[in-house]
């Protein structure tokens, strides 16, 4: 299942696991990107809760936690090279993966039709 956030991330979720991201729009709106700082392993995110940085040659931008849970997965090959976000974000570019501890935070995301809404608001 695909979501989305106001924040311009995406959320893959398969069981209790969501895998983090940023969607083709925020990477467009980032420019090519410079430099990722993934959360570690382990830690215990709050929904809403600053869990990545990324730098661009335009601009530094924070990524938020979807939802709470505990970091369980990180994608070192974007620390690596950051252009594969730019390159692929909705895939290959994926930031981290969340043990997802509060299911009922899932009703705050978006769908694909209310994120797309959301993109034609903002243009």
Same mark, same amino acid.
Do not use: S
């Given at each position: 299942m695909l979501r989305f956030t106001k924040d311009h991330e995406w959320v893959e979720i398969d069981g209790d696991v969501a895998t983090i991201g940023i969607t083709e729009h925020a990477q467009d709106q980032l420019g090519d990107l410079t430099f990722v700082e993934l959360p570690t392993p382990g830690k215990r995110l709050a929904q809403g809760a600053a869990a990545a940085i990324v730098e661009s040659v335009k601009a530094a931008s924070d990524v938020? #936690?979807?939802? #709470?849970?505990e970091v369980v997965a990180v994608n070192q090959s974007i620390v690596d090279d950051p252009s594969i976000v730019n390159a692929d974000p909705m895939a290959k570019g994926w930031f981290f993966k969340l043990k997802i501890t509060d299911a009922s935070q899932l009703g705050d995301l978006l769908d694909e039709a209310a994120y797309r809404a959301l993109l034609e608001e903002e243009s």
């Open positions: 938020y #936690a979807p939802l #709470a849970g």
